[in-house]
T-cell receptor
Framework: ETGVTQTPRHLVMGMTNKKSLKCEQHLGHNAMYWYKQSAKKPLELMFVYSLEERVENNSVPSRFSPECPNSSHLFLHLHTLQPEDSALYLC????????????FGPGTRLTVL | AQSVAQPEDQVNVAEGNPLTVKCTYSVSGNPYLFWYVQYPNRGLQFLLKYITGDNLVKGSYGFEAEFNKSQTSFHLKKPSALVSDSALYFCAVRDMKTGGFKTIFGAGTRLFVKA
């Protein structure tokens, strides 16, 4: 698990705040992912980047804005969120697309007041 | 459409007994199937995967899974459960039809192992 790190681990923000989640992978992988995990719901894939290019945007509201400056770093910029956006946000990486295993970070627990 | 179903929200088993966590899938083409485990306040950890070959796949922590094509199932098993196996288990399938980046996860099954 130490191969993928996420900061902060916990975040509380108001609906008018702007904040960013950070993910870093030390595994030399080419693909990175953002997932949303809400209670009693399946993991929701939000975004996928491959070699710093976004290859999947799973109908995510524009108040979530991803950024991938290089293959090791992934950000999720948050702006004017809603209380229903409160969830655990998980970052993952994999060597490439296809049959490769994904490695997950510990997540950021986000609470929107 | 590709999908994964975990029919049980929760499985309870006594320590030392065998455990099974069920998963069925629906894919077009060859399935790439995974099991992940999530401990409290942690991210998901890879347990095992089936790509091709032997239908019985062995993974981490003594877990194994059996791929059954006719029943479209990929159940997770362990011969003797430990209290430390208590966690949330996710079955997943890789969606190769949309480029191979998308993994579809089941809703998860919470396993409780009682001492």
């Amino acid at each position: 698990e130490t191969g993928v790190t996420q900061t902060p681990r916990h975040l509380v923000m108001g609906m008018t705040n702007k904040k960013s989640l950070k993910c870093e992978q030390h595994l030399g992988h080419n693909a990175m992912y953002w997932y949303k995990q809400s209670a009693k719901k399946p993991l929701e894939l939000m975004f996928v980047y491959s070699l710093e290019e976004r290859v999947e945007n799973n109908s995510v509201p524009s108040r979530f804005s991803p950024e991938c400056p290089n293959s090791s770093h992934l950000f999720l910029h948050l702006h004017t969120l809603q209380p229903e956006d409160s969830a655990l946000y998980l970052c993952a990486s994999s060597q490439e697309k296809g049959a490769y295993t994904q490695y997950f970070g510990p997540g950021t627990r986000l609470t929107v007041l | 459409a590709q999908s994964v179903a975990q029919p049980e929200d929760q499985v309870n088993v006594a320590e030392g007994n065998p455990l099974t966590v069920k998963c069925t899938y629906s894919v077009s083409g060859n399935p790439y199937l995974f099991w992940y485990v999530q401990y409290p306040n942690r991210g998901l950890q890879f347990l095992l995967k089936y790509i091709t070959g032997d239908n019985l796949v062995k993974g981490s922590y003594g877990f194994e899974a059996e791929f059954n094509k006719s029943q479209t199932s990929f159940h997770l098993k362990k011969p003797s459960a430990l209290v430390s196996d208590s966690a949330l288990y996710f079955c997943a399938v890789r969606d190769m039809k949309t480029g191979g980046f998308k993994t579809i996860f089941g809703a998860g099954t919470r396993l409780f192992v009682k001492a």
